[in-house]
């Protein structure tokens, strides 16, 4: 299915695009801070499908084609240093009514979610708050929002917080190099495939100042271990053994966490989705889903 759009919450155009028969089980699949819904790479939402799910991925608010929510101002290097709630313009609770907004706009009444890294905090949002409408749930590479799980190390800040050069050529470089730097070293890192998503990212659209927003709605949200705990569905905790912008123990936290949650640590998995990682992680997603007790259709 082509790129399509739709408008969730009043003001907020969401870009979609699924994958698979739109007959057989959803599965949402939300991305991470400042990366686009092609950070779910086009195989990996294929092999999903192919396995009988109705896949949909999109692009977060203030991101790729999505709304970019420019009226609002950006918070301060100060004030996210500081985790100031304040700089906040929205949170990761207006994140997950997104994800529901869209499910509603696709006539969708319950769908398994799969979230990572940010997408991960919003997909953990959308199965506390919004019970009824989540299947089952994967985070991958997330954490809890405490600050003494999870967290990054003090020296990866500044790769957090420098902005991406905003010409074509240095906006590709800084973002290969990045991935090569948070990714996972366990596996081949495709530096062409890195290259060939971040063409496609700048040719679909920069957003510097969301996801400075994105940033800010993370630290307002604060911890929300005590609102994981009143998850109820299957969930399965992915984390990678290696990963350095995130490190385990927030993927451990997350399935202390969440009654019955399972964990699954990938060794050489960094903060990336690594195709020779795959098989593991569609198993595990594809079980979980299983456990909520609407098996996908026969593939």
């Keep these: ?44 939402c294929e092999q999903l499908a192919a396995r009988g799910y109705y896949v949909v991925r999109f692009d977060n608010r203030d991101i790729g084609r999505s709304t970019q929510l420019k009226d609002l101002g950006v ?42 890294s940010m997408g991960g905090m919003i997909a953990q949002t959308m199965a506390a708050r919004f019970p009824e409408r989540v299947l089952s749930l994967a985070s991958i590479i997330s954490n809890t929002g405490s600050r003494w799980s999870g967290q990054p190390s003090p020296r990866m800040y500044p790769m957090l917080l ?33 290259r060939r998503t971040a063409e496609r990212s700048y040719d679909r659209g920069l957003n510097p100042a969301g996801s400075v927003r994105q940033l800010a709605a993370i630290i ?15 969930t399965v905790v ?36 690594p195709r020779g990682a795959w098989p593991r992680m569609l198993d595990e997603i594809e079980q979980n889903a299983a456990r909520a007790g609407e098996p996908a259709a026969a593939a």
């Design 1 to 44: 299915m082509a790129e399509q759009f739709c408008t969730v919450n009043d003001d907020v155009t969401l870009c979609y695009e699924a994958f698979g028969d739109a007959s057989d089980p959803a599965m949402l699949l939300v991305m991470g801070l400042s990366t686009q819904m092609i950070g779910w790479p086009d195989e990996f």
């Design 75 to 116: 918070p301060t290097v100060k004030q996210l240093l500081l985790r100031d709630k304040s700089a906040a313009r929205y949170t990761l609770e207006h994140m997950a009514a997104d994800g529901i907004g869209l499910l509603d706009h696709l006539g969708i009444e319950r769908a398994h979610v799969v979230g990572v």
């Design 162 to 194: 420098k902005p991406a050069p905003r010409d074509r050529a240095g906006y590709i470089r800084h973002t290969v190099e990045t991935f090569k730097k948070i990714g996972s070293q366990g596996f081949p890192i495709d530096e062409d495939e890195l």
């Design 220 to 234: 307002a949200s604060g911890d929300r271990t005590p609102l994981l705990r009143t998850i109820t569905m299957p």
């Design 238 to 273: 992915i984390h990678g053994r290696k990963d350095r912008l995130v490190p385990t123990s927030g993927g451990r936290a997350t399935a202390k966490a969440i009654p019955g949650a399972r964990l699954v640590i990938i060794d050489g998995m960094g903060h990336d989705l």
